[in-house]
C-alpha cells in the first residue's frame, strides 16, 4: 500500500504560481512513476505530468507545457508540481497518483493509488 497527501493548493489571480507537493509513504519502493491528474467540475480527469523515480524522466500534457513543472525528491519520497502562469482554465482538484508500472503516463488506469486531491482555485 502507497498513501499519497497532497498539499499546496489554493487560491490564486491569474499569472500567478503555485506549487504542489505530494508526500509519499508506506511501500513507495513499489512505484515506479508518479503523476499530477486534475478534474474540474463536471469534466473528466485529465492527466496533467509524469515523472519516474528513478531516472527523472517527465513527461506533460500539452496544456502545461511550458508553464507546469514535474520534479521528484528521492531522499523525501515527495513529487512536486511547479505551476506558472495560471489561468482560469487551471482551476481544478489537483490529484497525485502513483504507478507501479511503466507503461501509459497518461491514463488513470495506469496508476494504482491515488491522494485526496488539492484544490486549485484561479481567479480571472
Known amino acids: 500500500q502507497v498513501h499519497l497527501v497532497e498539499s499546496g493548493g489554493g487560491l490564486v489571480q491569474a499569472g500567478g504560481s503555485l506549487r504542489l507537493s505530494c508526500a509519499a509513504s508506506?511501500?513507495?519502493?513499489?512505484?515506479?512513476?508518479m503523476g499530477w491528474f486534475r478534474q474540474a467540475p463536471g469534466k473528466e480527469r485529465e492527466f496533467v505530468a509524469g515523472?519516474?523515480?528513478?531516472?527523472?524522466?517527465?513527461r506533460y500534457a500539452d496544456s502545461v507545457k511550458g508553464r507546469f513543472t514535474i520534479s521528484r525528491d528521492n531522499a523525501k519520497n515527495t513529487v512536486y508540481l511547479q505551476m506558472n502562469s495560471l489561468s482560469s482554465e487551471d482551476t481544478a482538484v489537483y490529484y497525485c497518483?502513483?504507478?507501479?508500472?511503466?507503461?501509459?503516463?497518461?491514463?488513470?488506469?495506469?496508476?494504482?493509488?491515488w491522494g485526496q486531491g488539492t484544490q486549485v482555485t484561479v481567479s480571472s
Open positions: 515523472i519516474t523515480w528513478s531516472g527523472g524522466g517527465t
Open positions: 508506506g511501500r513507495t519502493f513499489s512505484s515506479n512513476k
Open positions: 497518483a502513483a504507478s507501479a508500472s511503466l507503461s501509459s503516463y497518461v491514463s488513470t488506469w495506469a496508476y494504482d493509488y
